[in-house]
């Protein structure tokens, strides 16, 4: 499968100053902000989630990139959370995160988000942030995010949005020309949420970087 000029990025300095960045949430919010018109807050905001699953629970994140959702997880919690990527480059971030916040249990894969070697219902909790903007095919990775969370299993990601602001849309525009993915529309993205089985798909704000949430369909017996 093709990898986007986004995955390839992530490999070289690009990787290095947004892993920088992501960290500082003061410097990101300003960054998305002054940059991008876009508000940042709700990213860091709805990692809250990861601090109430329940013990024994099992939290996938994809793309963990540096692991900058580790910061809400607890050294003594009681859970297994598998931090996968398709970057080398990232997963060493994130290795070296862990070790920096005492979070010797998190495991980490390789894996691309459009098939990801993990097992159907295997995921209590799915975190999927800034990943599905990077990819030419989001939609096979909503797939893959839904096969592998259990019925009832809860779903929380972030994703750039088409609609936005002026200046979003005029860097979109920058991107696409030079052959990057163009992010998905709140309508497309909610469309195939559902289509993947995520019960009534809430996506907040409806424009710029927006927080996705939803649960998966429970199976009759
Ligand atoms: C914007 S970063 C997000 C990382 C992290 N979740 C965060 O919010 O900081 C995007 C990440 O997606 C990874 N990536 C790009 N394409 C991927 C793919 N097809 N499968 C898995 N990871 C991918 C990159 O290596 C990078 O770490």
């Known amino acids: 499968m093709r990898v986007s000029q986004w ?22 919010r300003a960054v998305g902000r002054a ?3 876009i508000d940042m807050s ?22 963990c990139g540096g ?3 580790f910061r809400a997880l607890r050294p003594d919690q009681d859970v297994r959370y598998i931090a996968a990527d ?16 005492s979070l010797s249990r998190v495991e980490f894969a390789v894996a691309d988000m459009r098939a990801l070697p993990f097992a159907d219902e295997q995921a209590d909790l799915f975190l999927s942030y800034n990943g599905l903007h ?26 750039l949005l088409a609609e936005g602001s002026w200046q979003q849309r005029a860097l979109i525009g920058i991107g696409r020309r030079r052959g990057f993915p163009v992010p998905p529309s709140r309508r497309d993205l909610r469309r195939w949420l559902a289509a993947a089985g995520i019960a ?4 907040e704000p409806d424009h710029g970087l927006a927080v996705f949430r939803g649960h998966k369909e429970q199976t009759e017996d």
Do not use: H, N
């Open 35 to 37: 940059v991008w018109g």
């Open 67 to 69: 692991g900058v959702a």
């Open 200 to 203: 009534e798909p809430v996506i």
């Open 42 to 63: 709700a990213l860091y905001a709805s990692m809250e989630v990861i601090g109430r699953v329940t013990d024994g629970a099992t939290i996938l994140d994809v793309p």
């Open 86 to 101: 398709l970057s080398e480059e990232m997963l060493g971030r994130a290795r070296r995160r862990a070790t920096q916040q």
């Open 7 to 28: 995955s390839d990025m992530f490999a070289g300095p690009y990787g290095l100053i947004y892993d920088y960045s992501i960290e500082r949430e003061w410097l990101m």
């Open 134 to 159: 990077m990819l030419e095919d989001p939609e096979r990775a909503v797939t893959e995010i839904a096969r592998c969370l259990k019925p009832g299993g809860e779903l929380v990601g972030t994703s």
